[in-house]
């Protein structure tokens, strides 16, 4: 596995990493012994970069993650989160980005993850109701204790970042980003790339639609976060499912899989890009991890541009945009 380099001071991360959301919630049910399988898969594979949250779970992900990379720790980019707060039975307590917030879900993180730093730590969310200056301020202060060695921030709006990059350094942005998920070209990217700031793309492949194998939300778990995404509900499913056979027959002609053509797309939108598909299962993380050595060239992008157009996806990526891009 090749590395890429995040930001400008020094960050060089796998170049496809692995989003460990899912091994804990969200997407059905969890088997805590696979998702371990896959994280030691991934790291025998050179899949290095690990992303994380408090708020998965919640907690629960963290500790999975902790546990799983004892005692290979410098193999390990360790990413993870804070900003959603949740109760300890789930519930949802809103976003804090207050600074002794920040220094207690930091001591939280650590003491959960088994470690002492965290390499790479991003706000989760914006929290609207306090200045993003303190919320980076009191970030910095834990780079200076050697707690942190680098800021991100996920889901910021280009103004927000500015700001947030005048008070200390931001390594990475991390926002949702794939064939169906095309926002950031507008402004996001333009802002980082003239900052000098990584960008790392979640759910690069469309929570897992990209790769083809979800028709219907009937092939999804009852508990299963994706049945509420409108991108999943009606006749926005039907017009997306239209808009991934024409990419799955362009993999088809390749010999490769969708996810892998989705995930190359990815990659070839700059050096500077990282994406971070998540999976709990070992089989995927192979498939996804292979993705870096398709090869698309100047035709098979065209391909891929036609068939799968920027704007063209029906539906918003969440039930609720009110959290992002601020």
């Given at each position: 596995m090749e590395k890429r380099k995040l930001g400008t001071r020094g960050l060089e991360v796998s170049t496809i990493g692995l989003g460990c959301m899912g091994m804990s919630e969200f997407y059905g049910r969890a088997d805590e012994g696979e998702a371990t399988a896959t994280i030691y898969r991934a790291l025998d594979l050179g899949v290095s970069f690990l992303d994380t949250a408090d708020m998965y779970g919640p907690f629960t992900n963290e500790r999975l993650v902790g546990k799983a990379i004892s005692g290979r720790r410098d193999e390990v980019v360790l990413a993870t989160k804070f900003g959603n707060v949740r109760g300890p039975n789930g519930e949802r307590l809103g976003i804090r980005g207050d600074p002794e917030y920040v220094r207690g879900a930091c001591e939280a993180s650590l003491a959960r993850l088994g470690v002492d730093h965290i390499d790479l730590y991003y706000q989760h969310r914006v929290d609207p109701n306090t200045p993003i200056e303190e919320t980076?301020?009191?970030?910095?202060?834990?780079?200076?204790?050697?707690?942190v060695?680098?800021?991100?921030?996920?889901?910021?709006?280009?103004?927000?970042?500015?700001?947030?990059h005048a008070v200390h350094p931001i390594t990475a942005l991390q926002t949702e980003y794939s064939l169906w998920s095309r926002d950031p070209e507008e402004e996001i990217l333009p802002t980082i790339r003239e900052l000098g700031i990584g960008f790392v793309a979640y759910s690069p492949l469309g929570r897992g639609f990209l790769t083809g194998?979800?028709?219907s939300v009937e092939d999804l778990d009852p508990e299963d976060f994706r049945r509420h995404n409108p991108r999943f509900q009606g006749q926005n499913l039907r017009r997306n499912l239209d808009l991934v056979d024409r990419v799955r027959e362009i993999a088809r002609e390749k010999g490769v899989a969708a996810s892998q053509l989705a995930l190359a797309w990815v990659l070839r939108r700059g050096d500077d890009i990282v994406p971070i598909p998540g999976t709990k299962h070992v089989r995927y993380m192979e498939v996804n991890a292979a993705a870096v050595e398709v090869e698309l060239n100047e035709d098979d992008l065209d391909r891929i541009e036609s068939a799968f157009p920027r704007g063209a996806p029906a539906g918003d990526r969440y039930p609720d945009m009110s959290t992002v891009n601020i």
């Open positions: 980076v301020g009191a970030m910095a202060e834990l780079v200076r204790a050697g707690k060695r680098h800021l991100g921030l996920s889901e910021a709006a280009p103004a927000t970042i500015r700001r947030a194998a979800i028709r």
